[in-house]
């Protein structure tokens, strides 16, 4: 089994990761990368440190050891002045969507052209609600505040505020948790088409595994901080690795430790 | 000890850079000015005419065991602009502002909005740290200079009305006896003062961890630490004022 199958310039690569939180490790030699135009969901059980390894490519994080080259250059070696600029590239919906309580939801969603891009507000807005109207929320909600928004809807506002920017990568923390099931497959159908009509590379994490079977191109299982498992999504429920048919059948027994 | 010195040390300089270097966030330094300066006016006034009212009535009532009673407008004066008016406005602020900026600060870190922001190009120490650093250093000593005035004007409403002193006599000898040190001193230490009110406030937020136990936790220390951090500020500035 190779964490990194067959690819030949990854987009995103996270090479021999470690962290480590009250000297118990999280992660332990991280080796996985993702081609460009692949949309790559990392599965596995709470704790085993799927956040980290976002928050780490994201440099939210420092690693103790290893790399995340981005297209090939070595992110975790730049200042946070040096990285800033990257993030134009990316673009992110939190799992609690992480609106900001006091702007408006246009002012949300057009946050980065405002305020890095300079965008004039005026224009910025047009830009924000054509953002809305992709993740299908009405230019009627645009001046709502967060708190008076649904969890369905935080989370739509959170992706056009993800895509609003053009990225060539989207990251996804846990998209779905939360959601009814009628509302998580109108969130995962809408990540897979704005994935595929940007054309960007996706790299999501969850424990939601029919989101799993509709956002991937390819699964990745981490377990103790490192990749068990590597394969693509047809693969999720067939494959004879023990640690995936633990998770996927959702049964106490078998590798992983079910203590909880 | 020194580790938490060290840390807020350099969030401090952080901070700082933040405020002196471009890119400013305008909009945010306006909107922080009246939540920390404008709205803070009542609590502030309130507190300064209670206090030379009753700092009048306190140099009446004792002052006659060393004829104190015939300088009690000089007194006032001086013990409102030197040292009652930037400590109480600040020691007001560090109950209303450090408290709300570190809960609002801690509730956005814990609900992922400042991480949210890193993604966004957007770098928390321009969009949040420096308009609170900047409002607080422009805030306090506006606010210090109206509780002088409103200070004053209890000591003399209380001596004119329940004292019976002269009102252009009270006046005269407030004019005549304080001195433009006075006034600026006392502006410099709010300047420092709030300065402290901003930092402690955005330092605990930002640091806090734990979800809803931890932001409440950051409120407790940021009032806590901007007071005792105005108190020993204003012991070594008075100390370096003296010295002058």
């Given at each position: 089994m190779s964490a990194v199958s067959g690819i030949e310039v990854p987009k995103l690569e996270w090479r021999s990761v470690a962290k480590r939180f009250a000297r118990a490790p999280v992660l332990d030699g991280l080796d996985l990368a993702v081609a460009p135009g692949r949309s790559l969901v990392l599965i596995g059980g709470s704790g085993q440190g799927k956040s980290v390894t976002l928050k780490i490519a994201l440099g939210l994080m420092q690693p103790d050891a290893g790399q995340v080259l981005l297209d090939g250059v070595n992110v975790t070696a730049l200042s946070e002045n040096e990285r800033r600029p990257l993030f134009s590239r990316i673009g992110m919906l939190f799992q609690g969507a992480a609106l900001f309580d006091s702007l408006t939801i246009w002012e949300n969603v057009a946050f980065r052209l405002v305020h890095s891009d300079g965008i004039p507000?005026?224009?910025?807005?047009?830009?924000?609600?054509?953002?809305?109207?992709?993740?299908?929320?009405?230019?009627?909600?645009?001046?709502?505040?967060?708190?008076?928004?649904?969890?369905?809807?935080?989370?739509?506002?959170?992706?056009?505020?993800?895509?609003?920017?053009?990225?060539?990568?989207?990251?996804?923390?846990?998209?779905?948790?939360?959601?009814?099931?009628?509302?998580?497959?109108?969130?995962?159908?809408?990540?897979?088409?704005?994935?595929?009509?940007?054309?960007?590379?996706?790299?999501?994490?969850?424990?939601?595994?029919?989101?799993a079977r509709t956002i991937a191109d390819e699964v990745a299982m981490l377990y103790q901080g490192r990749i068990v498992w590597r394969g693509p999504v047809r693969e999720l429920d067939t494959t004879e690795n023990p640690y995936v048919r633990q998770f996927v059948g959702g049964s106490s027994q078998g590798p992983i430790d079910a203590n909880v | 000890?020194?580790?938490?010195?060290?840390?807020?040390?350099?969030?401090?300089?952080?901070?700082?850079?933040?405020?002196?270097?471009?890119?400013?966030?305008?909009?945010?330094?306006?909107?922080?000015?009246?939540?920390?300066?404008?709205?803070?006016?009542?609590?502030?006034?309130?507190?300064?005419?209670?206090?030379?009212?009753?700092?009048?009535?306190?140099?009446?009532?004792?002052?006659?065991?060393?004829?104190?009673?015939?300088?009690?407008?000089?007194?006032?004066?001086?013990?409102?602009?030197?040292?009652?008016?930037?400590?109480?406005?600040?020691?007001?602020?560090?109950?209303?502002?450090?408290?709300?900026?570190?809960?609002?600060?801690?509730?956005?870190?814990?609900?992922?909005?400042?991480?949210?922001?890193?993604?966004?190009?957007?770098?928390?120490?321009?969009?949040?740290?420096?308009?609170?650093?900047?409002?607080?250093?422009?805030?306090?000593?506006?606010?210090?200079?109206?509780?002088?005035?409103?200070?004053?004007?209890?000591?003399?409403?209380?001596?004119?009305?329940?004292?019976?002193t002269s009102p252009q006599i009270y006046i005269a000898n407030t004019a005549d006896f304080l001195t433009a040190w006075d006034v600026e001193s006392g502006l410099i230490k709010a300047a420092v003062f709030g300065f402290i009110v901003g930092l402690m406030g955005c330092y605990h937020g930002m640091t806090a961890v734990g979800g809803a136990r931890g932001v409440g936790r950051a409120t407790t220390q940021a009032v806590v630490s901007s007071a005792i951090l105005i108190l020993a500020a204003d012991y070594l500035l008075t100390s370096l004022f003296t010295r002058l």
């Open positions: 507000r005026r224009e910025a807005r047009e830009r924000a609600i054509a953002a809305m109207h992709l993740v299908r929320l009405s230019p009627d909600v645009a001046q709502l505040y967060p708190g008076e928004m649904s969890g369905g809807m935080q989370k739509r506002v959170g992706l056009a505020r993800a895509i609003v920017g053009q990225p060539d990568i989207l990251f996804f923390d846990e998209p779905t948790t939360g959601l009814d099931p009628i509302t998580a497959a109108a969130i995962d159908e809408l990540i897979v088409d704005k994935v595929r009509s940007l054309g960007c590379t996706a790299v999501s994490i969850t424990h939601d595994l029919a989101s | 000890m020194a580790a938490a010195v060290g840390r807020v040390a350099h969030f401090a300089g952080r901070g700082l850079h933040a405020a002196v270097t471009p890119r400013w966030f305008p909009q945010q330094i306006l909107r922080q000015l009246g939540a920390i300066g404008f709205l803070s006016l009542p609590v502030v006034g309130m507190t300064a005419w209670f206090t030379g009212a009753a700092l009048a009535l306190n140099i009446y009532s004792s002052g006659d065991r060393f004829n104190a009673e015939q300088v009690m407008a000089q007194i006032v004066a001086l013990g409102i602009t030197r040292e009652l008016g930037p400590v109480l406005a600040a020691l007001m602020l560090a109950g209303r502002v450090a408290a709300a900026i570190a809960s609002e600060i801690g509730a956005m870190r814990a609900t992922e909005q400042i991480d949210a922001m890193v993604t966004l190009s957007t770098d928390p120490f321009r969009y949040l740290i420096a308009p609170r650093l900047i409002a607080a250093i422009i805030a306090l000593p506006l606010l210090t200079l109206v509780a002088d005035i409103i200070g004053v004007a209890g000591g003399w409403q209380v001596a004119i009305h329940m004292l019976g």
